[in-house]
């Protein structure tokens, strides 16, 4: 070794072990670079990414997505797809015509009986628009929603169906959709991650959620999703450690990017220059995480009408949180309840559950419409599945042929159901919607033409809609 590789060497030790031990390393979360391209530069102003679609393929609908992933595959036919006709065949042997050789989950092989709607359904607003009576706050809001009812995917256990759900395929390692939207648009904040989990749980059998379900795969790491956590620290490390001020910990940061920079000239490695927006990005929350999780701003009335303790845990409290983390311009923002997989005792496990969520996501929808937020944000709601109408035991097994979402806000059509399920809530047979046009949908009201957004990897142009049909479903957008 010469001289000049034993001084590279060492320097690159010393680099190391100064980033370790400073401990701001740490926040730096999702902003790191793993793989990706270096950013074109009409894509950074000042260091923040406004993102590569600009100007937007056409005049967009909405500015961000709030994504309410229920976890676990909520039963449609307990919640917004309305069966009367399939209580008549409670108990009775499922058509064979409809079943054999279609995939199921767990009651492959075994005798299938219809299990009938456990839960009446009522009728909301001026729309009319019918829901299981488990939603006395949601149902205030049936004039807002367009309820998809002929949804279908392609994964039939819950990890792939939420991986294909996100990202369009259940190959691990592809970007997820608020990675795409993130990279596609850029965020409206400087001081937060434009994308941002938060999960909670109760209810029923809680699945685990990877975090794999909102990375950035292929794309640059600073698009993935921050899951910040529901109780206790947001964030890990958020705080300065004991005896460190604001002021020493921006000279800390001071140094690293010397540091990064000088290493910089000698690779010109776009990974680096990321990694120093990162410990920037780390920085700037130091100072707005605190004070976004800081409830004590938020008026009595509004707190109690989300029914909860800000900071308890509870999906309630995340969507508050939901909403604050909208009004500081975070794009994309996503809130997991892991709950809604019952298998056994569909009927008292989806009214526990709903009792769960139905309060905090009416109150989200109220707050962002009395603040005239509603108008540009996608609100939407749904699993990675839905049920099938057979019964295992007093349960229900997933279900892929047809299941139930809904969506709200800007450029959706409000009080409309769209599409169908046939009379036993099996397959999707009118207007049916396909994971992928659910993508190409939400990319439009973003003002993204899906077929115009890719990214190449390995020598490949990748979109979220892959290279299978996609289609805008335009029965459910205003005009």
């Given amino acids: 070794m010469t001289a000049n590789e034993t001084m590279q060497n060492h320097a690159t030790i010393a680099r190391r072990t100064f980033l370790r031990n400073t401990g701001i390393g740490s926040v730096a979360l999702g902003s790191l670079l ?3 391209r270096s950013p074109s530069a009409a894509s950074v102003i000042d260091g923040h990414w406004t993102g590569v679609v600009s100007p937007t393929h056409h005049p967009p609908r909405i500015k961000r997505v709030i994504h309410l992933c229920m976890a676990g595959g909520p039963s449609h036919l307990e919640t917004f797809d309305y069966k ?6 409670d108990g009775k042997e499922m058509p064979e015509s409809l079943t054999k050789g279609q995939p199921i989950a767990q009651l492959q092989g075994k005798k ?3 299990l009938g709607p456990q839960h009446k359904f009522v009728q909301h607003g001026e729309s009319g628009l019918r829901m299981s009576s488990v939603f006395e706050h ?3 809001w049936a004039d807002k929603m367009c309820i998809i009812n002929s949804m279908h995917t392609e994964q039939i256990n819950h990890d792939p169906a939420h991986t294909f759900f996100n990202t369009g395929t259940a190959i691990s390692g592809r970007p997820s959709m608020g990675s795409w939207a993130l990279y596609g648009l850029g965020a409206e904040t400087e001081d937060l991650p434009g994308f941002i989990v938060l ?10 959620i990877s975090s794999r379900q909102w990375h950035s795969g292929f794309l640059p790491s600073r698009f993935q999703g921050v899951q910040m956590h529901a109780t206790g620290n947001p964030v890990h490390y958020v705080g300065n450690p004991a005896g460190v001020g604001r002021k020493q910990q921006r000279e800390v940061i001071d140094a690293i990017s010397r540091i990064n920079s000088h290493r910089n000239e000698q690779l010109d490695d776009p990974e680096i ?3 120093i927006a990162g410990y920037e990005m780390a920085f700037r929350m130091q100072a707005s995480v605190p004070e976004l999780t800081d409830m004590s701003s938020e008026p009595q009335h509004i707190v109690d009408m989300y029914g909860c303790k800000p900071g308890d845990g509870s999906f309630a409290s995340n969507c508050l949180l939901a909403r604050r983390l909208a009004e500081r311009g975070v794009r994309f923002i996503q809130l997991y309840h892991r709950g809604w997989d019952h298998h056994g005792g569909v009927k008292k496990g989806v009214e526990t559950t709903a009792k769960l969520v139905d309060q905090g996501t009416g109150a989200l929808l109220k707050d962002l419409s009395q603040r005239g937020m509603l108008d540009d944000t996608l609100v939407i709601w749904g699993g990675e599945f839905g049920r099938t109408p057979m019964a295992q035991g ?13 969506m709200a806000g800007g450029g959706v059509k409000g009080g409309t159901r769209y599409g169908a399920t046939d009379e036993f809530g099996y397959n999707a047979v009118e207007d049916r919607v396909h994971v992928r046009d659910f993508h190409a949908t939400m990319l439009h009201l973003l003002g993204i033409d899906h077929t115009r957004f890719s990214y190449k990897f390995q020598g490949l142009d990748f979109r979220l809609t892959g290279v299978e049909e996609a289609h805008v479903v335009k029965g459910i957008l205003t005009a």
């Fill in 394 to 406: 007093s349960g229900r097994d997933h279900h892929i042929k047809g299941f139930s979402m809904w």
């Fill in 138 to 140: 949601i149902g205030k």
């Fill in 112 to 114: 299938l009986n219809v």
């Fill in 199 to 208: 999960t909670s749980e109760g209810g029923g059998q809680s699945q685990p």
């Fill in 273 to 275: 220059a990321t990694r």
């Fill in 84 to 89: 009367e006709e399939l209580a008549k065949y």
């Fill in 34 to 36: 793993q793989t990706g």
